[in-house]
């Protein structure tokens, strides 16, 4: 009698799951970004969210949860309900953040579902439009020589800007004030501003604001120059290869989410992913989507915990203390 009633119940969860997934989903849904609006992470979440509300026939509203490197948002997401309403857009900082903080109130690497990788977005090192140094040697040299005077603004321990500050510092052996801020987006304001004064930051946020001029850039940290900023060098070409960072960005639902779930929202990002209004605004922001083979939940979960092994240790090397 018991099996008979258990094998009723599995049954009846079987038909219920499969008929959730058919209606999945049936609300607006919730793309958390662990910085603030109008930043880097955002104006790619938001482009996502955009096309994959097309593709859901659901609303996917964007909420920026802010503070802590982006630890805020992905425990925020870590935490919620495993039914494919939440997820998160988070960067480069997944992988970064397991090496820099103690203590964790989530799991980078198991406390997820991967949903795909996104797009990979190259840093450039930048400063106010009144800075002194005209070339990237010359930013060394009067940082070196001004290492009490210069400050470098980030978003935070564990974020891309404070990953590419600290292989900075560490490339030409000096420490300088930091000063976080809750994403790039409030720290440009204060760039443009001339209150702080250098900074490495995607291109997504600083392209228009060095073709414009307001800003001075240094350096890409890609292998190649890019198209859309040519004239700017690479740091290899600078000497400085150790600041090679492509910003990755990857989609993530909490621990638990259904298989079936998982799949459709990837399906939903792959088109995004192919999206013409996605690839132009891509494009002009220095930046395009992964190649579709990347876009999967098992390229996404290996690759990541290949980066959480890469950053540990370029940390460790760099001799920098956990918070
Ligand atoms: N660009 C930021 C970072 O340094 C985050 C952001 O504001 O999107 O990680």
Redesign the pocket.
Known sequence: MKSVLRYAFTAAALVAGAASAQTYPSKPMTMV????AG?????VGRLIAQSMSKTLGQQVIVENTVGA??TIAATRVARAAPDGYTMLLH???QSTAPSLYRKLPYDALTGFETMGLVTDVPMTVVAKGNFPAKNLGELVQYVKANKDKVNLA???T???????GLLFQEAIGVTVATIP?????P?MNDLLGGQVDIM???T??TTSYIKSGKIKAYAVTTPKRLAVLPDLPTTREADLPALDVA?WHGLYAPKGTPREVVTKVNGALKVALKDPMVIERFAGLGTEPVAESRATPEVHKQFLASEVAKWKKVIEAAGVQPE
């Open positions: 970004i662990p910085f603030a930043g880097p992470t955002d104006v490197g982006g960067h480069i900082g980030n978003a935070g564990g974020s891309a800007s404070h990953l590419c801020y809750k994403g790039t987006a720290a490495c930051d995607q997504t946020n910003v």
